[in-house]
């Protein structure tokens, strides 16, 4: 039976309007919070165990095929980190202090040693116990900038240089992001293991 509807293992508006984008019109992608006020407890040591716990923990709540996205920012010169808690970096105080943080940890770093690669993990689960989640992974290498740069996206946009375009992912158009990102690329194999490609 082909998939037309699930819910999105998220409340983040930003991630809502990439994904649903990114998916197209074929399947009508719902926000977690219809269905739920909790979020799941990311417990999990890797991307890809947090976004099988969110996308079960959504599938429950909702009775629907679920897709979670964990994701986030790992750089080089922090060993990976912020990681897996890069959303929480700077002790859930939003986007704004993350980005403060990150600047500080990598002070006085030139710019041949702010290598970066967002990264993404996806998780497509049926029901709350499918067995068998479809995972898809993508990676954006770029490097981080000494000061933000645009207003576009959110997150670490504003300090992600992006190489090949010659710009912060926050300067560049939804478009233009949506073709590029590390969700993107998750995306794009989801959607070659749904049929849609």
Same mark, same amino acid.
């Given at each position: 039976?082909? /998939?037309?509807?699930?819910?999105?293992?998220?409340?983040? !508006?930003?991630?809502?309007?990439?994904?649903?984008?990114?998916?197209?019109?074929?399947?009508?992608? /719902?926000?977690?919070?219809?269905?739920?006020?909790?979020? !799941?407890?990311?417990?999990?040591?890797?991307?890809?165990e947090n976004a099988i716990l969110k996308a079960r923990h959504a599938a429950r709540a909702s009775g629907l095929p679920a897709l979670a996205d964990d994701s986030g920012l790992a750089v080089d010169a922090l060993g990976g980190a912020p990681g897996i808690y890069s959303a929480r970096y700077a002790d859930g105080a939003g986007d704004a202090a993350n980005n403060r943080k990150l600047l500080a940890a990598l002070d006085g770093l030139p710019d041949e040693q702010r290598g970066a690669q967002f990264i993404c993990a996806l998780a497509l689960v049926r029901h709350a116990d499918d067995p068998l989640p479809i995972l898809c992974e993508g990676h954006w290498r770029g490097r981080i900038l000494h000061a933000p740069r645009g207003d576009q996206g959110f997150g670490y946009d504003p300090l992600f240089w992006v190489p090949e375009t010659e710009c912060s992912s926050a300067e560049l158009p939804a478009e233009q992001k949506n073709r590029l990102s590390h969700r993107a690329r998750a995306m794009v194999l989801l959607r070659q293991r749904l049929g849609l490609a």
């Open positions: 039976m082909p /998939l037309t509807r699930l819910v999105l293992a998220s409340n983040n !508006a930003g991630k809502l309007k990439e994904l649903q984008a990114m998916l197209g019109s074929q399947i009508e992608v /719902l926000p977690q919070k219809q269905f739920t006020d909790q979020e !799941a407890d990311e417990i999990g040591l890797s991307f890809v």
